[in-house]
């Protein structure tokens, strides 16, 4: 078993996937648009979403996060109100990623080095995701 995060946008999600392989190395593993659900016949045509993505799967690391344009407003808002922790190897890999989200967001909580952890920070990204950023001793 495994559990399996969702993230839903409103028309952003190719921007964020590249966003986030730029922020944590994350791998696309798969990208399917509207416009292919409608060639495999799961969907109706529809021009106003022919661009957006369908379904898309993307890994960080091990764990495995679907992004998705096609979600109702609860959903797209959902993803907008959850705490996304993600813990790095080095503190590096957090500072980076913070640099990365920090363009066109908004910073909650600066990068700091508290006495119990090696560093911590929480931004929220340009498509109004918020990530809390950790390197443990």
């Known amino acids: ?40 016949g799961w969907e ?3 021009e106003a979403k022919e661009s957006l993505v369908y379904h898309s799967e993307i890994m960080f690391g091990d764990q495995e996060v679907r992004m ?12 907008k109100k959850v705490n ?14 913070f640099s990365v989200l920090s363009v066109g967001g908004e910073v909650i909580k600066p990068l700091e080095r508290p006495p119990y952890m090696v560093i911590i920070g929480t931004v929220k990204d340009r498509f109004g995701v918020q990530w ?3 390197c443990d001793f």
């Open 84 to 97: 996304h922790m993600i813990g790095f190897d080095t503190e590096e890999e957090v500072e980076r990623a």
């Open 44 to 46: 109706q045509p529809d």
């Open 1 to 40: 078993m495994k559990l399996i995060q969702q993230l839903c946008f409103s028309g952003e999600t190719e921007e964020a996937l590249e966003e986030y392989k730029q922020a944590f190395g994350c791998t696309v593993r798969s990208l399917l648009y509207y416009s292919d659900a409608v060639k495999n």
């Open 68 to 79: 998705t344009d096609l979600s109702d407003e609860d959903n797209v808002n959902l993803t």
């Open 132 to 134: 809390e950023l950790m």
